[in-house]
């Protein structure tokens, strides 16, 4: 499976934007996909996943919410009301669901795309 992840770019506070993920490859249906970010000197963090449920952190509950598409083999993650906390370089990975718990590690993904930055600006 191979992963792309664009949509990333400038936005104000209080802003959105929507980044996609496409994926390559059979039974992406089957797959949990997620999305974590890493902001400068930071490690990277979870943010969102989707398999039959969405799983969130904390910190976005609320302001961002995960979708796919199967039949076009696309994750989305709609990040409304956007922080200067959210900039990052955000990534998103797939792997087979094991259990709720490994979907908020890394260590439950083993395809990985490169990132997509997100930068908000006060």
């Known amino acids: 499976v191979q992963l792309q992840a664009f949509g990333g770019g400038l936005v104000q506070a209080g802003g959105y934007l929507r980044l996609s993920c496409a994926a390559s490859g059979r039974a992406f249906s089957n797959y949990v996909v997620g999305w974590f970010r890493q902001a400068p000197g930071k490690e990277r963090e979870f943010v969102a996943a989707?398999?039959?449920?969405?799983y969130y952190a904390d910190s976005v509950k609320g302001r961002f919410t995960i979708s796919r598409d199967n039949a076009k083999n696309t994750v989305y993650l709609q990040m409304n009301s956007l922080k200067p906390e959210d900039t990052a370089v955000y990534y998103c990975?797939?792997?087979?669901?094991?259990?709720?718990?490994?979907?908020?590690?890394?260590?439950?993904?083993?395809?990985w795309g490169q990132g997509t930055l997100v930068t908000v600006s006060s």
């Open positions: 989707v398999s039959r449920s969405s």
């Open positions: 990975a797939a792997g087979t669901y094991i259990s709720s718990s490994y979907v908020y590690r890394e260590r439950g993904y083993v395809y």
